[in-house]
């Protein structure tokens, strides 16, 4: 199918585009250059390839060449993870473009050949994010896509800021990354496999307490990298501190990562659920959206005036989250689904 191959070719890209600019480090000028352009054209074949998913319809999971019959990795392109991977290509087009002329004042005073890897390999990472179909290389990417954006919000690491902000966002990755892995752990033991297929409206069957208790899991794991209040102190660290393509980045995807997470869990490995996690989640993403303008319209700084808005976008986000996963839960599923779509949407926007 040439949705498939065309997202193939995106992920090779990428991969070769990382190794390729760690070979180029002594050259800055070739290292900037081939680290944009393979940024630009992995982001083109996933744009096509998301779009005719979402077009056409999924296709078939297919395995990457790694891994062993335990730890496979499934790779599946539903359309849920199309949408956000044609979110992820529009906007990586867009940075790669732009860094172009912003990384050239950088050569010969930074490594950018290793800036080029970790931004085709956080890419790569994103990727595979949305587009795994186990839950194996679902944390694998996750680690990938998260080491790599720590390693760029501290690419200016002689700074004292940047060192702190990047300790910060380390530290609270994989405290969220570790409450992921044992909610996902609680769903294996259940279903008895790692695949997300097994894990279809799989947590709705679990016992009540236990089925509460990966909810807050999930909630709280993929929260961290969305940026929710009260666990979001990481993000308007981060923001000034980076590369101003890396803040793109940041906002535009990284912590949209989150969000496609919590819209795998609540929307696929649940049913109808209770009414108290919608109402959970609704009251975070009000809490998230009025204190996120709030703490916006008191900062003077661009980068953490923006931070702070991406903070308030999320809140919104999960406003129509809530709104949806309360709907489910009353039965009335029309109202769920354009509540959803709403979320969905301003994702997009």
Not at 49 to 66: N, R, W
Not at 280 to 286: E, P, S
Not at 325 to 339: D, E, I, K, S, V
């Amino acid at each position: 199918m040439i949705a498939e191959l065309l997202i193939q070719c995106g992920l090779v890209v990428w991969l070769v585009g990382a190794i390729a600019c760690l070979c180029l480090s002594r050259h800055p000028a070739r290292a900037r250059q081939a680290g944009c352009a393979t940024a630009l054209a992995g982001a083109l074949f996933e744009l096509a390839g998301s779009a005719g998913v979402l077009i056409l319809g999924g296709i078939p999971p297919f395995t990457l060449p790694f891994g062993n019959p335990l730890f496979s990795l499934t790779v599946r392109v539903d359309p849920l993870g199309a949408y956000f991977v044609l979110i992820l290509g529009l906007l990586s087009s867009a940075v790669a473009l732009y860094s172009f002329g912003y990384l050239r004042p950088m050569e010969g005073r930074r490594d950018l050949g290793a800036f080029g890897f970790f931004f085709n390999l956080v890419l790569l990472g994103l990727a595979l994010v949305f587009t795994a179909g186990n839950a194996f290389l679902f944390l694998v990417a996750w680690e990938v896509m998260a080491l790599s954006a720590f390693c760029l919000v501290s690419f200016e690491h002689e700074k004292k800021e940047a060192r702190h902000a990047g300790v910060l966002f380390f530290i609270m990755s994989h405290a969220g990354t570790g409450l992921l892995l044992i909610a996902f752990l609680v769903l294996a033991s259940f279903s008895g496999s790692l695949e997300f297929s097994s894990f279809h409206m799989l947590a709705s069957t679990m016992p009540p307490v236990r089925q509460g208790v990966v909810f807050v899991l999930f909630l709280l794991g993929f929260g961290v990298k969305a940026g929710i209040i009260p666990i979001h102190i990481w993000l308007p660290e981060a923001h000034p501190v980076a590369p101003s393509n890396v803040s793109a980045l940041m906002s535009g995807i990284v912590i949209k990562s989150g969000i496609y997470g919590m819209a795998r869990v609540f929307f696929d490995f649940y049913g109808p659920p209770p009414l108290w996690m919608g109402t959970t989640v609704l009251a975070l993403g009000l809490v998230s959206a009025l204190l996120g303008v709030l703490y916006a319209l008191m900062e003077h700084d661009l980068k953490r005036l923006l931070a702070w808005h991406s903070i308030e976008n999320i809140g919104i986000i999960l406003i129509g989250f809530g709104a949806a996963l309360m709907f489910r839960a009353m039965g009335q599923m029309n109202l769920a689904a354009l509540a959803l779509i709403a979320g969905l949407y301003h994702a997009f926007n």
